[in-house]
């Protein structure tokens, strides 16, 4: 299986922006043009470009501040290691999240703070709420609890490669959950995982999930 999607409006919008990013149209550290003001200048609706730039943001090229507007936060474009992740089959992605996944949650038993562990309770309790309705919904929420479990790592590295990595993890999942019920003792490995974060056991909390990764 390629875990390829058909191109929509919003890829080619950001096709469009990473273009002009790559060849020099805006300085590393400069506010962006407004969403109307990129809206007019594409050809696009408002709400295109505002996805289009949240998928900037998500891949790190783009900041988005609060009240205040984008910006061009690198002009190293990620995308060819985007696009070959894209192209990796069930088998591939899962060896990747056995080397990625595994080892940073073995990471984050051993540096996790309060903090972070009231944001995987959190989110594997919005996870728990969404488990048996709404397939897209509930990948959402586990892709979030699979993401804080790498950031309790505290390694940016790990982070921004896990983030990349994240929609190839959340095509397998469910590619996965719409081939097969949904298993309670699959999901219950979650709350193990975080246990063994909470108790700072690092064996146990990858083994815990390297079984998930071979169940999911």
Not at 51 to 70: T, Y
Not at 169 to 188: G, I, K
């Amino acid at each position: 299986m390629t875990l390829l999607i058909k191109r929509s409006l919003v890829e080619q919008a950001v096709d469009q922006l990473r273009q002009r990013i790559t060849s020099g149209t805006w300085a590393v550290g400069q506010r962006l043009p407004t969403e109307p003001e990129l809206a007019t200048e594409l050809g696009i609706s408002r709400n295109t470009v505002r996805e289009a730039m949240r998928v900037l943001a998500f891949s790190g090229l783009v900041e988005v501040r609060q009240g205040d507007g984008s910006y061009l936060r690198t002009a190293v474009d990620p995308l060819q290691a985007v696009q070959a992740l894209s192209r990796c089959n069930l088998e591939q992605a899962r060896e990747t999240r056995h080397i990625l996944e595994a080892e940073a949650i073995g990471l984050a038993a051993l540096r996790r703070t309060e903090e972070d562990l009231q944001g995987l309770r959190e989110a594997l309790g919005h996870s728990s709420e969404h488990f048996h309705a709404d397939l897209e919904r509930y990948v959402g929420c586990d892709l979030i609890f699979h993401q804080r479990l790498v950031d309790a790592a505290h390694n940016p590295a790990l982070s921004e490669l896990y983030r990349y990595f994240s929609g190839v993890v959340a095509a397998t999942v469910h590619h996965n959950l719409s081939h097969a019920p949904r298993c309670q003792l699959v999901f219950d490995l979650h709350g193990q995982i975080l246990d063994a974060i909470e108790q700072r056991d690092p064996d146990k909390a990858k083994a815990l999930s390297r079984t998930l990764i071979n169940e999911s």
